[in-house]
């Protein structure tokens, strides 16, 4: 096969850039843009198809509804157009003075590399122009609770564009949001057709209303980065690998352009202080002569006067502990975790945000999962829910009329803490749901107990605190050697069915892998109570004499 032949530099002139490239690692921008193809064989992360996937089904949805509610006032560009015909259908559209136009893609811009498409586009009757509107994937708002506030958003009606303040939600920042308003904006006005209002609108995931964007304060700084990426795709700037968030899902961390190292084994080899301070941790530190790792070590003196990531000498104790190869340090002289008479282990598994269809728990060795095998959104889930829930309370119950101690783990409470309130308000009023104020009352209570804050509270953690990360160190091992969370995104899929028959041996796989979970919670628990404290290295150790506080 023949390799990939890299872009020349006339390529990089010449190269184009939607917004999705505003937000992210500027040196992945750089190596997608000199190696073009190379990632072409390299399988998709199952994750991020889904969620693709899913983000179309939404905006599928969005279209349906709104186009059904008033069919003469939009204009839909066929999806199925080549780029030269979308546009131009777009630019016809707007030129006809359409009120509403739905997918369309405006002219690609040789001169400035911008290009980019927009759900929908909004006529401005009042002030002339058209307002862009995007249809996401993800919250852009959250309740209220309790109402009164200094400042509330501005949003619309989903079907009556009438922008008032709205006292009943509050922003959740995306700034992915903003910066994709803002380049369509600017690809607007160049052929001045942008509303001169200077704002954008937003549809979430609740999809009940449009939250509206002042644009004003974020066209400078869109500007800004915008200009620094372009730079970078057309080779006019330098770049060099650090470890973010992003390098979790990203292909180049595993492997390199051909004939060059992957940006893990770059790091590795430079040694690189983003290895154990990443993203903007490492920003700070090269702001102050700090590249390596062993120059992070070496900190003597103050801290910087302007980290602001925590205490500065557990990063210089992480720095050390990474030299050492220590997983963990212990920050305290005795490890400590609740225990309690009668313990419980908890799991859920969800898929996207459709919804929680296994929890998995472990008592007294039993593993016992409540599921429901119906495709996520279903009426079936608050069955499952509500038998996990009168089990959990049954056996708390039982264990606090026999005066015995109770407590329920789980490793990192987010998604557990989230979907416990979901479903007690998706499903409210059936057999065995709870009500929101019970949810609250059980995990405010000491009885709900979070593993990754135990462990966060004590040890510092070079190589992650992911339950993957810190359970092997306890001695325990997941049977699947694939086990994870976006995989098991592809797993269910395969055990519903949605894209092709049922596969029960992935069912099969869902629950070892749950199954796995609370186990790892439960040795995890049992190794900090009675082994930890003589096998992890503590901040003496490394130099710390006292514990950070």
Partial sequence: MRSPVPASAADFRTAFLDARSLIGCRHRLRLDAENPGVLAEVREDPGVQQRRDAATAHRTRIRDELVAAAPADWVVIDPELRGGAKAAATMAAIEAGAPRIWGGLLPQEADTGRRGGVEILLRDDDRGGYIPIIVVNHKVTDPRRPDPADFHPLTSDLFQWQPRRDKHVKLRPQPRDQQRLAHLYRMLQRYGMASPALIGGAIGLVADRILVHDLTSVLADYDQRYADRIAVVRGELPTQPSKVPECRQCPWWVRGPEGQPSCEATLAQMRDVSLVAPGSRADVLRLHGIET?????????????????????????????????????????????????????????????????????????????????????????????????????????????????????????????????????????????????????????????????????????????????????????????????????????????????????????????????????????????????????????????????
């Fill in 293 to 549: 790792v062993d120059e992070l070590a070496a900190w003597e003196g103050e801290e910087p006067d302007d980290w602001q990531h925590g205490p500065f000498a557990e990063t210089v104790v992480t720095a050390r502990a990474w030299i050492d190869g220590a997983p963990l340090v212990r920050r305290f002289e005795q490890v400590s975790v609740r225990r309690a008479d009668v313990e419980i282990d908890v799991d859920l598994e969800s898929y996207q945000e459709d919804g929680a269809y296994l929890w998995g728990t472990l008592l007294d060795d039993v593993y016992r999962p409540f599921f429901t095998w119906d495709p996520l959104p279903t009426e079936d889930e608050g069955r499952s829910f509500g038998e996990f829930w009168t089990w959990l309370m049954e056996r708390r119950a039982e264990a606090h009329a026999a005066g015995k101690t109770f407590a329920a783990y789980c490793y990192s409470r987010t998604a557990e803490d989230k979907w416990l309130y979901e479903s007690a308000r998706r499903f409210a009023g059936r057999p065995g749901i709870p009500t929101h104020e019970e949810v609250r009352a059980f995990v405010d209570s000491k009885e709900w107990v979070d593993m990754f804050q135990a462990v966060t509270e004590q040890f510092i953690c070079p190589n992650g605190k992911g339950l993957k990360k810190i359970a092997p160190v306890a001695g325990f091992h997941w049977r699947d050697p694939e086990a994870g969370g976006e995989a098991s995104m592809g797993w269910y899929r395969r055990a519903v069915g949605y894209d092709d028959v049922i596969d029960m041996s992935q069912r099969t796989r869902l629950f070892v892998y749950n199954e796995d979970d609370v186990r790892a919670t439960q040795v995890l628990r049992d190794w900090m109570s009675k082994r930890a404290a003589a096998e992890v290295p503590s901040l003496a150790d490394f130099g710390a004499v006292r514990p950070v506080s």
